[in-house]
C-alpha cells in the first residue's frame, strides 16, 4: 500500500438506509472493545432524508475518517455497491479507500474490530471478507 501514511484505518458504511448504517456502526463500535475504536462513519439514505444512496455523504463520511491508513468501505446491496464503485473508478474518494466484498454487518464488526487494533487495511479487509464464513449452525 504505497501512499498510504500510518495513521488508523477508516470505516464506512454505506446502506439505503441512515438508520441501518447508523445502527451498525454503534454495534460494530459497541463490540470492538473497551479501548478508543477506530474512526467509523455512517453514510445512509439520501441527503434529504429519505431511503436510497447519496455519493456525497459517502464522500463526506470517507474525508470524515481519513486518517492516512486507507478508508474501508462496506455497502450493503445495490446502489449502495453501485455508487461506492463510480467513486473509486473516479478517483473521488481518499487514497487508499477500496470497497470491502463482506457481508454487512458481520463485516463490518470484524472490520473495526481489527482496525481498532490497529491492523492495515490489507488485514481489515481480510478480516471482514472472512466474515462470509462465519457458520451459524
Wanted: aromatic share 2%; no cysteine.
Amino acid at each position: 500500500m504505497s501512499g498510504l501514511g500510518t495513521g488508523e484505518v477508516g470505516v464506512v458504511l454505506v446502506s439505503h438506509s441512515a438508520q441501518v448504517a447508523e445502527s451498525v456502526a454503534a454495534l460494530a463500535r459497541g463490540l470492538a472493545g473497551s479501548g478508543p475504536a477506530a474512526p467509523v462513519a455512517a453514510a445512509g439514505g439520501t441527503a434529504d432524508g429519505g431511503m436510497g444512496t447519496s455519493a456525497e455523504l459517502i464522500l463526506s463520511a470517507a474525508r470524515a475518517v481519513d486518517r492516512g491508513a486507507g478508508v474501508a468501505l462496506l455497502a450493503d446491496l445495490g446502489s449502495a455497491v453501485l455508487t461506492v464503485k463510480a467513486l473509486l473508478a473516479d478517483d473521488e474518494l481518499p487514497a487508499g479507500s477500496r470497497l470491502l466484498d463482506a457481508p454487512f454487518v458481520e463485516g463490518a464488526v470484524a472490520a473495526v474490530v481489527a482496525a481498532s487494533a490497529g491492523a492495515a487495511l490489507d488485514a481489515v479487509e481480510a478480516v471482514a471478507v472472512e466474515a462470509y464464513e462465519y457458520r451459524k449452525v
